[in-house]
């Protein structure tokens, strides 16, 4: 039998809302607490800051030019991802977030259709938009092992939409299997969700030109430490991306601001400064996950800037997010998730934060004996 997700009517009603948000629940963003300095590993952030040469160029940013609107376009910085990925720029569109590009490709490709397919364990924004848009979703199983299983997700949909790497797991998939399933999947929208793939999983910028139907969606906010300013894009074939503009000009014309626009522009030609950044998540990544590994967590192989992890007993994963807190360290614990309520997801922060991680972890395991 089929999981599906249909929306729910388990709000309580007011007379002045539409009924499209009548029964909405919303996205529940990590927390942002504002009672003390926490080591703040929750939300995936980059620990590094945005690129100097980045830096350098918002400094020259004529402050009186903000009075101006910004290129409705955004032509300069998707050319700038166009020449980083050696596509046109009619392949490329840009938006105020990864996220506001999910919701434009659920107005632009999945509004109206069959079912999509999701995996049941995923970004919890796909099934909030599911909701919006008033699409329903074929939850796809995960493997016991958390990884995806895209065989079946080429059966009857009216699109796919999955993260490579999976959130919260962080497990990846291989390129070969996304381009199986393309083989497979010809007649609806496949959107991957790159948001991570930077930190380790093969991207698949490069099926685009084979595949009409493919959008890869990727973001600012992780592999370029520029969560601040709100910056998403997609590639895929110049008339997936002018359905996207379709919906972008019946919405804003102008959701890429000016100062974002230039930022983009140089952090993405800023190539040796990412890879530098990407590659110190990686190793600390692998240097936690071997610690956490020899004290008895359970850690599933992460190619993203996170880990997802199962404490060892007697701590529980809710114990152990709530005795972190306690100590001025926030990870991510998902309490009302079924299938992962057991684990809790640790974003990579520097070296220096995660050797107080570490240590917090390692007296909360001791005060019960564990090491
Ligand atoms: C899988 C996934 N996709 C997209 C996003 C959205 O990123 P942004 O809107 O910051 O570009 C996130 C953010 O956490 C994510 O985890």
């Known amino acids: 039998m089929e999981e599906i997700f249909r929306k729910e009517d388990r709000y309580m009603k007011n007379m002045f809302w539409s009924d499209t948000i009548q029964g909405l629940e919303p996205y529940q963003a990590g927390e942002q607490p504002q009672d003390k300095a ?9 620990p590094y800051g945005p690129s100097p040469r980045a830096q350098e160029v918002l400094r020259q940013i004529p402050f009186s ?3 101006l609107y910004p290129d409705p376009e955004s032509l300069k910085l ?27 490709v659920y107005m632009a490709f999945f ?15 796909y099934p909030v938009y599911c909701n919006m848009f ?60 790159e948001a991570y793939a930077d ?21 600012f906010s992780k592999s370029r430490s520029l969560a601040g300013l709100r910056v998403g894009f997609a590639i895929g074939n110049a008339d997936l991306i002018a359905g996207l503009s379709t919906v972008k000009d019946s919405f804003n014309s102008y959701p890429v601001d000016r100062i974002s626009l230039e930022v983009c522009a140089a952090a993405m030609d800023d190539h040796d ?8 998540i990686k190793a600390t990544r692998e240097r936690v996950s071997q610690q956490l590994s020899s004290w008895g967590f359970s850690v599933l192989p ?19 997010y709530l005795q972190l807190k306690e100590k001025g360290v926030l990870v991510r614990y998902f309490h009302n998730k079924p299938g992962i309520k057991e684990f809790c997801r640790i974003s990579i922060g520097s070296d220096a934060e995660m050797d107080i991680f570490m240590e917090k972890m390692s007296s909360i395991l001791s005060s019960v004996g564990v090491v």
């Open 38 to 46: 926490y080591v703040k590993l929750n939300t995936n952030e980059n």
């Open 302 to 320: 992460s190619q993203a800037n996170f880990i997802f992890v199962k404490p060892p007993a007697p701590i529980t994963a809710e114990k152990m």
């Open 134 to 193: 008033n699409v329903d979703a074929v939850l796809e199983p995960l493997e016991d092992d958390f990884t995806l299983n895209l065989d079946s997700y080429s059966t009857d949909n009216g699109g796919i939409i999955f993260p490579n790497p999976n959130a919260p797991t962080g497990r990846a998939v291989p390129l070969e299997e996304i381009r199986q399933l393309l083989q497979r999947n010809t007649d609806s929208v496949v959107v991957v969700d």
């Open 199 to 219: 930190f380790g999983a093969e991207s698949a910028v490069d099926l685009v030109e084979e595949f009409p139907n493919l959008l890869v969606v990727q973001t």
């Open 65 to 67: 030019d903000l009075r």
């Open 273 to 280: 400064y990412f890879v530098e950044c990407c590659e110190k």
């Open 111 to 125: 509004q109206g259709k069959r079912p999509i397919r999701i995996p049941s364990i995923t970004y919890s924004f």
């Open 78 to 104: 998707r050319q700038s991802i166009a020449t980083y990925y050696g596509r046109s720029v009619e392949e490329v569109f840009v938006g105020n977030g990864s996220d506001e590009i999910l919701a434009f």
